[in-house]
């Protein structure tokens, strides 16, 4: 019997989360031999926060979780390997949260979603390279591709 986090699951439509992310008609690559960092989501949508994580932790990363930005400071590891964040949250935008964790880790990969992608030339404020904005709903290959190519 496969463990819970070794599955491949096709989504159908139905199955799509109501926010609008979009699925995939392809399986989910089973979860990656080793691990591949910690990463960190912040999402105030439980769907969505769930969604990314499974996500990540299907390539083989672990995942820390929080629903806006003080939380997720108080949950940052030292280790932190990537953000993703939602743009629009309670409290801080997801772009002050990046720069708040960019002063700990000027190299800290960052990945912006939102529902508004006219917000997408805010991330040029950031300091450091590796940052990048994915527009919900988001297709998961151009999701995966992206998180690949900002922390390569």
Same mark, same amino acid.
């Given at each position: 019997m496969d463990t819970p986090n070794r599955f491949v699951r096709t989504l159908a439509v139905e199955d799509r989360p109501a926010d609008g992310l979009e699925g995939t008609a392809d399986p989910l690559p &089973?979860?990656?031999?080793? &691990?591949v960092g910690v990463a960190l989501v912040v999402d105030d949508e439980p769907l969505v926060r769930a969604f990314v994580s499974t996500l990540l932790r299907n390539?083989?990363?672990?995942?820390i &979780?929080? $629903?806006d930005g003080p939380s $997720? =400071?108080?949950l940052v590891p030292e280790a932190l390997g990537l953000l993703?964040?939602?743009?629009?949250?309670?409290?801080? #935008?997801?772009v002050t949260l990046a720069e708040q964790l960019r002063l700990r880790n000027d190299r800290l990969p960052v =990945?912006?979603?939102s529902g508004h992608p006219e917000i997408a030339g805010e991330l040029s404020s950031l300091p450091g390279p590796r940052a990048a904005f994915v527009s919900k709903p988001f297709p998961v290959e151009e999701f =995966?591709? #992206?998180?690949?190519l900002i922390t390569a």
């Open positions: &089973e979860t990656a031999d080793r &691990e390539r083989g990363w672990s995942v &979780e929080a $629903a $997720a =400071l108080a993703v964040t939602d743009y629009d949250m309670p409290a801080i #935008t997801g =990945l912006m979603v =995966l591709s #992206t998180i690949r």
